[in-house]
């Protein structure tokens, strides 16, 4: 037998235990002896003529996306495949929580509500009449205080402390910010 008939025979083997391997999954063992097999093809081929051994580098080269390919295509309807590739299966309808019996869950957004409990930082509020789920974006508040919705995310309404404002003047008033900087004697940062 020549080197020829070696390097063919390997090569051939190689595909068939990459065959195998998409059916009976080994953990890479059998990808493992697939590769050595093609490089025992390409030794073999390359002591029967150089010109042979390029041409099944080239042949390794064409074949190997090839048979990926196939195996992308064949592995998912194969018994194994089937057991370890999970087809989703869609839901008749995308519920935020508990925020989509109140229509659109978007309908919530700069809605005023009060804490049922402290929330640590998530617990329940009341919007009206229906109590939701949601989390606190400023951290820990006290039972019984306002708060606003300013959005939704993961199926929880997010809120914030409401605070009203009734006045029309700035809080800044007699602070110290509402006056001129010159005023507050600060030395210039030029010097």
């Known amino acids: 037998m020549t080197f020829l008939a070696y390097a063919l025979g390997l090569f051939v083997l190689a595909l068939v235990i990459f065959v195998i391997d998409i059916m009976i999954p080994s953990g890479g063992v059998l990808i493992g002896v697939t590769g050595l097999l093609i490089l025992g093809s390409v030794y073999c ?16 080269c064409l074949s190997m996306p090839l048979m990926f390919w196939l195996f992308l295509e064949i592995w998912p309807r194969t018994p ?31 809605t005023i509500g009060v804490t049922m409990c402290e929330m640590l930082p998530s617990g329940l509020v009341q919007i009206g009449n229906k109590t939701y789920e949601a989390f606190s974006e400023t951290g820990p508040i006290e039972e019984g205080v306002q708060v606003k919705v300013v959005r939704l995310d ?38």
């Open 45 to 60: 081929a390359f002591l029967h003529s150089v010109t042979t051994g390029i041409w099944m580098v080239i042949a390794t």
């Open 80 to 110: 194994m495949g089937k057991r370890l590739i999970v087809e989703p299966t869609p839901a008749e309808e995308f519920v935020w929580s508990d925020a989509g019996e109140a229509g659109t869950p978007t309908s919530l957004l700069n």
């Open 154 to 191: 993961v199926g929880r309404l997010v809120v914030i402390p409401y605070r009203e404002s009734n006045s029309a003047t700035p809080k800044s008033v007699g602070s110290g910010l509402d006056r001129p900087a010159a005023d507050l004697n600060i030395d210039s940062l030029e010097g």
